[in-house]
């Protein structure tokens, strides 16, 4: 049996950031925090509810603080003895001094259950998917847990990497949910669950961040964004969790590469190009690589939106920028040709990625393309 190497980055967490459970606060979704809130207060909270929104944007983030509310909070119903009933809650934000909150940093709270892949213990690797051994466990979850009459939280992140086999256990368990319990699954792309599932859910639907969202977000995860947070918040779109991608990552020294070699264009700069691909070559380079065409996709979509719009993005995301994509993309021709070659690029990409090339000779044919285009 293969061991579990402890350097195995857990599922539900970006590399480098603190664990969603660490956020204190909820940042830029004050509608869903008060749809839920809503639900609470007027005694009418449905047993599953399915957070969807693009990723990054905070829906780990509300499930833990649905979590953390839930398991510390008490019922609306509750008359409060001799003093009443207390006020309807008007934030999801528990004390982190709470026992509550004490419990669930330290991963001690026996009311909550968090679903994630998990390494397969015959190869000591992450599983791609959640599996149907993943979702059979709440069951003794809940037996166990039933007898003391508290509440039960299950978070599942991500909803979407549940099997088959893991998706029919959990739609068995929303069919006939158990008492006081509340189930939270986190979804990217809700279109990839069993119709069956979304329709026993309430969905709370997030949106992207505002750049001085994205900033109070990145603080509260210990990064300190400085001069680029607009240019951070610019190529992420509003998503704090790639945001934070691309700062521990170098991502915006990457895009700058990108930018400088497609300032060299249509007389592209073989050297620096080479150099690059060397880079994203290397040994254990695998996510540089990922990141690396994420925002070549990123690189074209600006350009063909220049040349549609007539004018570069107002925010640039890399020095010189608007030059760059003003002279490379001046009009709808070119906004076509770029849109185009972004549609072939990204799909022999993955093609790429898929059948293993090799990751330097990907990067060379990648940037050879995008010479044609600038000599079309």
């Known amino acids: 049996m293969a061991t579990t190497s402890p350097d195995i980055q857990p ?12 956020a204190t606060h909820l940042i830029g979704q ?8 809503d639900a609470f207060a007027s005694e009418r909270l449905h047993h599953a509810w399915m957070i969807t929104g693009p990723r990054g944007v905070g829906k780990a983030t509300l499930a833990w603080s649905i979590a953390r509310f839930l398991l510390a909070t008490p019922d609306p119903g509750d008359d409060g003895g001799m003093f009443g009933a207390p006020p309807p809650p008007t934030s999801l934000h528990i004390d982190p001094d709470h026992p509550v909150a004490h419990r669930i940093a330290a991963r001690a709270e026996p009311g909550l259950k968090s679903i994630t892949r998990t390494v397969n213990e015959k190869t000591g690797r992450m599983r791609d998917q959640i599996v149907v051994d993943d979702i059979r466990r709440l069951a003794g979850f809940f037996q166990m847990s039933a007898t003391d009459g508290g509440r039960r939280v299950v978070i599942v992140d991500a909803a979407d990497d549940m099997n088959t086999q893991a998706a029919n256990a959990l739609l068995k368990m929303l069919e006939e949910p158990p008492a006081r319990a509340t189930i939270l699954l986190i979804s990217h792309q809700p279109s990839r669950l069993l119709p069956t599932i979304r329709s026993r859910c309430r969905t709370l639907r997030l949106g992207t961040l505002a750049p001085e969202q994205m900033a109070d977000a990145m603080a509260q995860a210990g990064i300190d964004a400085g001069d680029n947070a607009a240019a951070l918040a610019e190529l992420s779109a509003g998503s704090v969790g790639e945001a934070l991608r691309l700062s521990l990552s170098g991502g915006l020294q990457i895009y700058a590469e990108i930018i400088g070699l497609l300032g060299s264009l249509p007389n592209l700069d073989r050297a620096r190009t080479l150099k690059l691909a060397e880079a994203a070559a290397q040994r254990g380079a695998d996510d540089k690589l990922d990141l690396l065409f994420v925002l070549l996709d990123v690189a074209m979509g600006r350009l063909a939106r220049t040349g549609a719009t007539g004018a570069p993005p107002a925010t640039q995301a890399a020095p010189h920028e608007s030059t760059v994509l003003a002279r490379l993309s001046p009009d709808a021709h070119a906004a076509r040709g770029w849109a185009t070659t972004q549609q072939h690029v990204s799909a022999r990409a993955a093609h790429g990625r898929a059948v293993n090339l090799d990751p330097a000779a990907l990067v060379l044919d990648t940037f050879f393309k995008l010479q044609q285009q600038a000599l079309a």
């Open 30 to 37: 004050d509608a869903a925090q008060q749809a839920f809130l």
């Open 11 to 22: 599922a539900d967490q970006v590399p480098g950031a603190p664990h969603p459970s660490a």
